[in-house]
């Protein structure tokens, strides 16, 4: 049985309360998680209560983060590190398009790809082409490093007009030859419809969700449909 990672981002979304009723919304058997790893990646301001509220609920859902600085502790005002995520999360996104648009370039991406790792937490490292992964990044080629890769074509990323399942495979394949057998990730549009299509493709090892992961209910259900 494969390993499927279905992972949630929440980006800019959710208040403490909204993050409690989710969890409660929520309600998934145990055995879904058999050969599933269920990762919600919730903005900085909810990884201690959904931490908690996790714990509380026996949940077997693990944490990510969203981002991570560049810099270790120390005098940088506004800044979360790595250190700091580890308290509450095992993973942490970096890459995504929404953060290469505001202007996060390649050599920043691969620094916080280094911290992360240095931090003890798994990078899910999004890319929308091929040329994102750089022959001269070290963190990224070192096969023993655990990394996640997500391949998210900007065209699918919040448009509800997903890439192909094939594409997908190809995708993942190209990144495979690259990095060597990695988890790569679909990720666009994802929704409780189409996640098996992805799924069912044995490069693709699980999908990174956005919009879809905000309801629970949808959420529980993109989990279940995926075999
Ligand atoms: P979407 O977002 O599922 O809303 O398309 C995916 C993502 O940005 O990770």
Redesign the pocket.
Known sequence: MKQIFIIA?W?SNKTESEAKDWLEKFNIQDAEFTNKEIIVCPPFTLLSSLKSSIENHKSQIKLGAQDISLFDEGAHTGEINGKQIKEFASFVILG???RRNLGESKEVIDKKIKMAIESGLIPII?ISDISQIQDNSPELINSDNKIIV?Y?PLF????GNPDTPENAANMAREIKKKLGNVPVLY????NSQNVNEYVKMSEVSGV?????SLDPLEFAQIIKNAQ
Do not use: Q
Request: with cysteine.
């Open positions: 981002n980006k995504h398009s929404e999004c997500a998210e699918a990323v919040g448009s990720g666009g549009s994802v990174l969700v956005g919009k879809a």
